[in-house]
């Protein structure tokens, strides 16, 4: 059984100028937190926009100090930021989803280590037409549902049941372990020194027959094919 944690509901998208960049970069710049400014929390909605979304990525994930020794919430933050952009650089093949109006299911399977993050983030969220839904994945049975699938470090032993749980659905599997990608994962995420980015094995989204935006892949650390997944 899967459980809801927030339901997205269709508004309209917020114009790009609604989205106060300038002044959020201006604030890690000095030291400051993306979430101890009023005018910074509206990021949050502005994942509506695409383009809004990769200028977040592409200005905003290098300037974010988050190593795995810190915090946990600081953590999960960060990785919430980037699940929810996600959704705007991946294109699923239409028999991914039942109806043009089906949600996109953004699941947790294993520790919801998010809290209330996740959810917030893809609150009043919609992406071509389509509603972002959180969900917790308790049952492996669940996640061919799935369209965005995060693995938590907690199911570490179980990837080989996974993804052959998962096998000819379109999911794009995200992870945060080092073997995940060598596993058959799509993305990982990693720290840099004390930053957090990510890895794209683009052969494993293949497989999965999703196209990820050339705008996402330009971001990532590496990009690799599933030949040196394999080998990594």
Known sequence: MLFNVVHGRATP?????????????????????????????????????????????????????????QDGNEEYRAKASLLAAFPNFIEWPTDAFPSEQAPIFICVFGDFSFGTSLAEMTRDMSIRTRRVQVRWARKKQDLRACHILFVSRSEDKRYATIFKAIRGASVLTVGETPDFLASGGAIDFLFEGDKLQFEVNIGAANEARLRISSNMLVLARHVLVKAEAAKS
């Open 13 to 69: 998208a917020l114009e790009l100028h609604e989205c106060p960049l300038d002044e959020c970069r201006r604030l890690l710049d000095s030291g400051g937190s993306l979430h101890s400014d009023g005018r910074c929390r509206k990021l949050t909605f502005c994942w509506f926009r695409a383009a809004c979304a990769l200028a977040l990525i592409a200005g905003v994930l290098p300037l974010l100090p988050v190593s795995s020794a």
